[in-house]
């Protein structure tokens, strides 16, 4: 296994990490910060995998299912315990589990045909809003009495809502031909 898939693989093993920390941070406060530590290192992983795989030319099949899927894993696990805490709206998860789903299944089909379909530009652009406003998110959470953390984190989940949405519908309309098969 190449450099960029185990960076891939050590962002999946830190999501337990991440989870249990946050859930601790409503009794420890200084579990929010260690969550937090392990968001962030987390999702630089993700970047340098990319960077590393595409210089070194060690982009494999694995790296272009694993790498969207490990981002996926944490990114939504964060989503989903803050829709348990009330920081993110149902709704909102909703929609972006409902694009997530459509885009799985594409590549589903796509692959029983043998077609490995790599993520697109705006869907790698959702994803760096979303990494984004998770980590501030916490953040707001460590530093509860500064409500302006919080409605910035909002906003990059609000930005990061619009950009789910479009890269969904770019990519159901690039890779419709899928189903033509």
């Known amino acids: ?7 891939t693989v050590v962002r999946v093993i830190a999501v337990p990490f991440f989870v249990g920390l946050y859930i601790l941070g409503f009794y420890v406060a200084a579990c929010f910060w260690i969550a937090l530590v392990i968001f962030i290192a987390a999702a630089f992983t993700d970047m340098l995998d990319g960077m590393i795989a595409r210089k070194r030319n060690l982009v494999t099949n694995f790296g272009k299912i694993m790498d969207p899927l490990a981002d996926k894993v944490l990114v939504y696990s964060a989503f989903c315990l803050m829709v348990g805490d009330g920081t993110v709206p149902a709704w909102m998860f909703i929609i972006i589990l409902a694009r997530e789903f459509a885009v799985s299944g594409i590549r589903t089909v796509a692959a029983s045909e043998g077609i490995v379909i790599a993520a697109g530009y705006s869907g790698k652009i959702k994803t760096v809003l979303q990494m984004i406003a998770v980590p501030v998110l916490i953040l707001a959470h460590a530093l ?32 419709k031909g899928v189903f033509s098969q």
């Open 1 to 7: 296994m190449n450099l960029p898939n185990k960076l």
């Open 144 to 175: 509860s009495q500064f409500q302006i953390v919080m409605t910035i984190g909002q906003i990059f989940l609000l930005a990061s809502l619009v950009m789910t949405v479009y890269s969904g519908i770019e990519y159901i309309v690039k890779n």
